[in-house]
């Protein structure tokens, strides 16, 4: 149900604006990235002026096998506007509303000084241009609307001039130039490779509608272009050499070959606005826009009202705006899994490279859909992953082109049995036999031993896993058979994990009253090891991880001696009974050592391995990605550990939503509309940490969501 609030506390659907002023648009306001989702894996992304800078950036990414096999099928629109000024000046004006960058361009271009501002809103992008001439003015407004669940978007045009027709030697033109990649979204068309001979357009005509169906061997798919009340003209052409700024920045190849297809030319019509629109679809079908944009309003709604009433319905107008963005940008996660038999749920890790990963979809559970209400969309995930598992243990991630699913994780199933609890507690039902069946599954596993070294040591009660060249935690970067953070031995998180499980199962009913008291008292057993030879770490805090050290003749456990911030999550978790005093000296350590506006550094400063900021070779990032490098979603671990300190008193709580409230800006400074994967470690000049990684990241959202519901409300 709606919230029943006075009309000045209502929260609509929430915009990111970006204004700019014509003729000298800020160049870095035009590189902010914006996304968005289709809710079956597709996307659409780029930059706030319209300039490709990713291989990922395009106006129609499409999920193949939903949510996976994604194709880049449409990457942009040329937009050409012509003027035939009159016999009083001479000449012709000409306007390109969108800029590219090319190959042997030595910077990205500057934003077209024609454009007057940007905004995102729920399911669409926006842009304003004022094109000034010697007879008067042309405003050009372009809407791109990506279609909910349909595989398809559609681009509006709305043209009002400001030029009499008596002025005009001829027609007022905008060409509109299709350019198709239609690619797997990881790959590139590489320069030189791409030919009209790859291709097979068939001309499409049906009343009112003229385009073409775009055909391209191995792809699976096919691209149909549409234009609406336009003449199509079918001249093909090769644009040879676009290169992406972001790929060169990253040592990556940056440059390729699209197709232009078709070209579409809308006579202007000085008298009165004119409409124009493009549709672009992989179905033959004809568009339901309304219905799509209704479907998506209306979920991303309740989204919000759910939100703010599980927060208390805060009465600060900052907070609830926060809150509403927060849970509106969190629905561009949630994306359904298409199976042979059944479509259930899942969450896409980040954008644009990442899929629907176990661990991250764990983690995002309780932010994106419990303090969202979505509880038949988070037990469909739930099942999903429990469905998959295997060995004891649910996937690590799925398949991009969807093969066998991975299984090289170690946290991933006990985030699972916290989200599983998570669910029937915010929900009010019981867990269904399959979900507890899971659940004593992987408990089992790790008490006996499973794949990739995981067993839990019957001296000490503790899980140990893996060795020095595996990646099983979510410090998980490989290279090149390199490990950066193995963290192999028992890390303090997955204790934390296993023994928050323990007690979780204990409370799930459906339970023998003796098995409860064995899982109690193993999570005892494994708590009293972690006070015993995990306290007074580095910095006064837990340790890292104990590492297995074997000497000729003796084996012992080595304490790590890195200050590292998985440490909060043993004094986060609820179903973890640690001290209070640990809890203090976690807390201590974390904001001296570790703590930013903008998330936890994954080591502190003084290690040798720190590395201050991500950059270089790919190589070089895998290095920093875990070893200083700051991660947003880590600050709801940081969150629940300060209000527990805090007794959830009104200073703790006033400290976490103004950090929370503060990072969650970045939505409008470092990007559009969501919240960066990492950030650099050290502030630049600017005393600025560097966005980094994905532009937008399910649990960079999720738990800075769920970190001010929970301390918006007053209460775990």
């Known amino acids: 149900m709606p919230l029943d609030l006075p009309e000045n506390m209502a929260v609509d659907l929430p915009e990111h604006p970006i204004a700019f002023t014509p003729g000298s648009p ?28 990713r291989r990922y950036h395009g106006l129609l990414i499409a999920s193949l096998a939903p949510p996976v096999r994604r194709a880049l099928m449409l990457s942009a629109i040329d937009e050409h506007l012509h003027i035939p000024l009159g016999d009083s000046c001479g000449c012709h004006h000409d306007t390109r509303l969108t800029r590219f960058q090319f190959a042997g361009d030595a910077a990205r271009p500057a934003p077209p000084p024609t454009l007057a501002g940007f905004t995102k809103g729920a399911g669409t992008c926006t842009w304003d241009h004022t094109i000034p001439s010697q007879i008067g003015t042309v405003r050009v407004r372009k809407t791109l609307t990506l279609l909910d669940r349909a595989r398809a978007c559609r681009v509006e045009y709305e043209i009002e001039s400001g030029i009499l027709s008596a002025e005009l030697e001829g027609p007022m033109t905008l060409t509109l130039s299709p350019l198709v990649a239609m690619r797997d979204f990881h790959e590139l068309n590489h320069p030189g490779t791409l030919s009209l001979d790859q291709f097979r357009l068939d001309p499409l005509a049906q009343p009112a509608i003229e385009g073409v169906v775009v055909h391209r061997d191995g792809l699976g798919a096919s691209l149909h272009i549409r234009g609406v009340q336009l003449k199509a003209h079918h001249d093909q052409s090769i644009w040879r050499g676009m290169r992406y700024e972001h790929e060169t920045r990253r040592g990556q190849s940056d440059t390729e070959d699209l197709l232009c297809p078709v070209r579409f030319v809308v006579e202007i019509d000085p008298r009165s606005t004119t409409h124009a629109a493009l549709e672009f679809a992989l179905d033959e079908q004809p568009l339901e826009l309304d219905a799509c944009t209704t479907r998506r309003s209306t979920r991303v709604h309740s989204s919000i009202d759910h939100a703010l009433r599980q927060a208390g319905d805060p009465r600060d107008p900052t907070l609830r705006e926060t809150i509403a963005r927060l849970a509106s940008a969190g629905d561009d996660f949630v994306v359904d899994r298409v199976f042979p038999e059944s479509t259930s749920t899942s969450i896409i890790a980040g954008y644009p490279w990442f899929s629907d990963w176990g661990r991250d979809t764990m983690i995002c559970i309780p932010g994106l859909l419990l303090t969202t209400g979505r509880f038949d969309e988070a037990h469909a995930c739930l099942t999903t992953f429990a469905r998959a598992r295997a060995h004891g243990l649910i996937p690590n991630r799925f398949d991009d082109d969807a093969g066998p699913a991975h299984f090289n994780t ?61 990646q099983l935690t979510w410090m998980d970067a490989l290279r090149d058979g390199v490990a950066f953070t193995p963290r192999h031995g028992k890390p303090i998180e997955i204790n934390a994990l296993w023994i928050n499980a323990l007690r979780a199962r204990a409370k799930m009913g459906s339970i023998d009253p003796v098995r409860a008291a064995e899982l109690d008292a193993r999570a005892t057993m494994a708590e009293q090891s972690i006070v015993r030879t995990m306290t007074a770490g580095p910095h006064g805090g837990l340790v890292d991880c104990l590492i297995p050290h074997n000497a000729v003749r003796s084996f012992s456990w080595r304490r790590s001696d890195e200050c590292r911030p998985n440490q909060a999550f043993a004094t986060a978790l609820p179903g973890v009974r640690l001290p209070d005093h640990i809890a203090r000296d976690v807390l201590n350590s974390i904001e001296r050592h570790l703590l930013t506006p903008v998330g936890l550094r994954t080591l502190s400063a003084d290690h040798p391995e720190y590395q201050a900021h991500y950059c270089g070779s790919m190589t070089d990032r895998d290095r920093a990605y875990h070893n200083g490098t700051v991660w947003p979603w880590l600050i709801g671990a940081y969150a629940d550990t300060k209000l527990r300190v805090g007794a959830f008193d009104d200073t703790a709580r006033k400290g976490v939503i103004d950090h929370l409230v503060s990072l969650a ?52």
């Open 26 to 53: 800020d160049p870095d306001h035009g590189a902010l990235e914006w996304l968005l989702a289709d809710a079956r894996g597709g996307f659409a992304m780029g930059c706030a002026d319209a300039t490709p800078m």
């Open 410 to 470: 170690v946290d991933a199933p006990l985030w699972f049995v916290h989200a599983c609890l998570s669910w029937s507690i915010a929900s009010g039902k019981p867990l269904d036999r399959g979900l507890i069946d899971a659940c004593d599954d992987i408990l089992d596993a790790y008490a006996r031993g499973t794949i990739n070294k995981i067993a839990m040591d019957p001296h000490d009660g503790l899980i140990r896993c893996g060795d020095p060249r595996t």
């Open 665 to 716: 800006s970045a939505m409008d400074t470092d990007g559009v509309g969501s919240i960066h994967e990492i950030y650099d470690a050290e502030p630049d000049e600017m005393k600025d940490h560097a966005p980094q990684g994905c532009p937008a990241q399910a649990w960079s959202i999720a738990e800075v969501l769920r970190g001010l519901v929970i301390a918006s409300r007053g209460r775990a």
